[in-house]
């Protein structure tokens, strides 16, 4: 029989690690796990703060693979993210634990599970000349040329979403295919496919958003006092990041340092991280409701109820859901 992986997923502050940690606490010593970080932003050295990151005694009690792995002037890619979540993955069986990743960054988690088309490597030249373009014309302007090029990326990429919208060009020019196409040659193989494995996968997911804003807006409270300012001011002082790099433009880092860069108050700062936050939610939520084959689980739940079904999911019996 394949061998399980267990993917956690939710949207930001659905209480994603705290449920992964209790598993590691009660499947423990009989299943050791292997925690498996798939967020964007945790990836990156500096930015602990603002991503939620686990704490060092957290991390220490509950390590996590693939967090704190790149500096932030280093871009990391989806790509990237499934070679490293492989390589995670077959050394955590052959160690005989159960992998478990856990993030809300659905852009790794689809490209865990399907596979990734081959793409070109990026071409800075390009890009820089991309974002110049962008910069008089305006991103809009370029979504509008991609729209005739691939109307199929085009309508799934937004137009102020400037990394995916430079991608999908940057694609069309180095290799005159549009990025639509190259989705439907998928080279590589699903997960399942690829590391003979068998994917289970459960998401935190509550029916009261009201729930879910609270919660955000709790969790940024607490970041804004714990020095969220502090730490991207360290980050804006060093000359080799700007906000053209995925790291400064991750949610809560962007909002932060063009405060810092005088666009507007302390009071309309966190404003915008509020609203960036909740519509980062609403993003992951979207994502959720078309995914196949996925537990859905209340956040409401009690952590023993949480645990209880996930092993339920590991082990072939129905959840409780209770």
Same mark, same amino acid.
Not at 78 to 81: E, G, R, V
């Given at each position: 029989m394949a061998l399980p992986v267990l993917m956690v997923l939710g949207p930001t502050a659905s209480g994603k690690t705290q449920l992964a940690e209790a598993l590691v606490d009660a499947l423990h010593p009989q299943q050791p796990l292997r925690l498996i970080s798939?967020?964007?932003?945790?990836?990156?050295?500096?930015m602990d703060i603002g991503t939620a990151k686990p704490s060092r005694e957290e991390l220490a009690r509950y390590p996590h693979a693939l967090i704190d792995i790149r500096d932030p002037s280093e871009p990391y890619s %989806? %790509?990237? /993210?499934v070679r490293d979540a492989d390589l995670e993955v077959r050394q955590a069986?052959? %160690?005989g634990e159960l992998p478990l990743l856990v993030g809300g960054t659905m852009l790794y988690a689809k490209? /865990? *599970?399907d596979g990734l088309a081959d793409l070109p490597t990026a071409d800075q030249a390009i890009r820089e000349r991309l974002r110049q373009e962008a910069e008089v014309q305006g991103w809009p302007a370029l979504h509008a040329r991609l729209a005739a090029a691939d109307p199929v990326a085009a309508e799934k990429i937004e137009p102020q979403n400037s990394q995916r919208l430079q991608r999908a060009l940057e694609v069309l020019e180095l290799t005159g295919k549009p990025l639509s196409w190259w989705w439907q040659q998928q080279s590589q193989q699903s997960a399942a496919a690829r590391l003979g494995v068998r994917l289970e996968q459960v998401a935190i997911v509550p029916s009261d958003r009201r729930l879910l804003h609270q919660r955000i807006q709790l969790r940024l409270d607490q970041m804004l006092a714990q020095g969220?300012?502090?730490?991207?001011? #360290?980050l804006? #002082? *060093?000359d080799d990041l700007s906000l053209q790099l995925p790291s400064i433009r991750a949610v809560g880092y962007r909002q932060v340092w063009e405060h810092l860069d005088g666009q507007y108050d302390s009071k309309e700062m966190r404003e915008r991280l509020l609203a960036a936050t909740r519509q980062l939610a609403k993003r992951q939520l979207t994502w959720l409701r078309g995914w196949p084959d996925l537990l859905t689980l209340e956040p409401a739940l009690t952590p023993q109820a949480l645990q209880a079904n996930v092993q339920a999911v590991l082990h072939g019996t129905q959840p409780s859901l209770g």
């Open positions: 798939m967020d964007s932003a945790l990836v990156y050295r500096g %989806a %790509a990237d /993210f069986h052959a %160690a490209a /865990f *599970r969220l300012l502090a730490e991207v001011t #360290q804006h #002082q *060093r």
